[in-house]
Structures are given as structure tokens and as C-alpha cells.
């Protein structure tokens, strides 16, 4: 559903959020054996994420990742559309490129409705509160 970039920036910006919560800041190698991710291309994601405010970064010997106030309350939905774009809510699931409401496909209504829950949950999925599930393990990160 996301690009594989997509899926290490979501699991990503959870697990700083978690250790956001407790004061702390994430190096890269802790993320990315937190997310069970590769070093190189979660070091290159984040460096993106900064550069677009959605994570905040500390060089130095006490630095690494964290979120500020304004990015501890950021949506899913805003790190999917910073990786992604919006091309999951507007293209066609078959490919097709002049799918529409007046000329669908075969699955275009249906694929709307699916798209819109997809975004609404997305929208509604707060990294503070998905940082306390993590944190109570209900939610996990890294395959077991």
C-alpha cells in the first residue's frame, strides 16, 4: 500500500515519538534495530523527515532524533503524505489514468470508499498516542 520508504518513515517516527515521551533522543543505529530497519536508508529517510520539520535532530555527543511539542502531535497521515505524497488517495487502484467519477473503473467506487477510511484512520492516528501504545505494548515495531 505505502513504498517501502513510506513504511520505515511511519515505523520511524512512532519509535522517536516513544522516546520523545521519555526525554530522551534516538541515534540512528537505535533506530533502526528498534524498527528493524537498515541503518543507510533510515539515516537517509530521517535526514528527509528533518529537512521537512516533521522530526527534529541534536549533533553532537548527547544528540540524535526527538520530536518537538508541534511534532509529537503530528498525524500519520502527515508522514505519509511527506513520503508518499498524495497519489494513494487520488490514483486509480487499477492503474488506469483517466479513472473518475464520471468515467470509473471497475472498483472505483468501492476503492473511494476504502481510500477515504484509509485516510480518515490515518488522519486520526496521532505519534503521541501511538508512542503510548507502544510504550504498553500493544502495538509493536520490529518482527519478533
Known amino acids: 500500500m505505502f513504498s517501502k520508504t513510506c513504511e520505515y518513515a511511519i515505523r520511524a517516527m ?70 508518499d505524497g498524495d497519489s494513494f488517495f487520488s490514483a486509480c487502484c487499477l492503474g488506469l489514468k483517466h479513472c473518475s467519477e464520471s468515467h470509473p473503473c471497475p472498483v472505483h467506487h468501492e476503492f473511494k470508499k476504502i481510500r477515504q477510511q484509509t485516510h480518515d484512520m490515518l488522519a486520526n492516528a496521532k505519534l503521541t498516542e501511538l508512542s503510548v501504545a507502544l510504550e504498553n505494548e500493544i502495538i509493536f515495531l520490529k518482527r519478533k
Open 14 to 83: 512512532i519509535y522517536i515519538a516513544h522516546t520523545s515521551r521519555a526525554g530522551q533522543k534516538a541515534g540512528i543505529k537505535q533506530i533502526a534495530a528498534g524498527i528493524d530497519s537498515p541503518e543507510h536508508f533510515i539515516a537517509k529517510i530521517l535526514q528527509d523527515l528533518s529537512r521537512k520539520r516533521l522530526v527534529q535532530s541534536l549533533k553532537g555527543p548527547n544528540g540524535g532524533f526527538y520530536l518537538d511539542e508541534m511534532s509529537k502531535n503530528r498525524s500519520l497521515l502527515d508522514v505519509v503524505r511527506s513520503v
